[in-house]
């Protein structure tokens, strides 16, 4: 088989299964999104409690109580420093979770190649999933660019 008949023949292949192949094209661009955005969010978060002063996202931010005593506020502080850890914490665990999860929906897909085809039907099948989801992955590094410009810039 030439090139040109495989590349027909992967094509082909390809549009048998076109309803799984886009099913888990999204769920694993969505999955691997969300894996990139914990994992910016938890490092931007970590650098942001390290500081000698620590920055708080404003949903932690405590609000200023009249005739509240010091050591009131005080331990409302160390409370929303905790709930920062615990907001890192999830972070790195769903990280975990969506990585594992777009990683499932790569080896599946390769799987379900390799038992609808075999040699070089297989290779460029493959090959087309892994630029499909490369470009994916791009089109996320781009988007989270320019969020990244945005939580920089606060």
């Known amino acids: 088989?030439?090139?040109?008949q495989a590349d027909i023949e992967a094509s082909r292949q390809k549009e048998l299964i076109a309803t799984l192949w886009n099913r888990s094209?999204?769920?694993?661009?969505?999955?691997f999104w969300n894996m990139m955005?914990?994992?910016y969010i938890s490092m931007i978060y970590q650098e942001w409690r390290s500081k000698e002063i620590p920055i708080l996202p404003e949903k932690f931010l405590i609000r200023e109580i009249e005739g509240e005593c010091q050591q009131e506020t005080e331990i409302?502080?160390?409370l929303a420093l905790s709930r920062l850890d615990a907001e890192i914490s999830l972070l790195r665990t769903r990280m975990q979770r969506y990585e594992e999860k777009f990683n499932s929906i790569d080896t599946a897909m390769i799987t379900e190649i390799s038992?609808?085809?075999?040699?070089?039907i297989e290779e460029k099948l493959q090959g087309l999933w892994k630029q499909a989801?490369?470009?994916e992955e791009e089109k996320s590094a781009t988007i989270w660019l320019k969020q990244d410009e945005w939580f920089q810039n606060l």
């Open 115 to 120: 038992e609808r085809t075999s040699g070089q």
């Open 37 to 39: 955005r914990c994992k």
């Open 25 to 31: 094209l999204n769920e694993r661009k969505q999955s």
């Open 133 to 135: 989801t490369k470009r």
């Open 1 to 4: 088989m030439n090139d040109i």
């Open 76 to 78: 409302r502080a160390n």
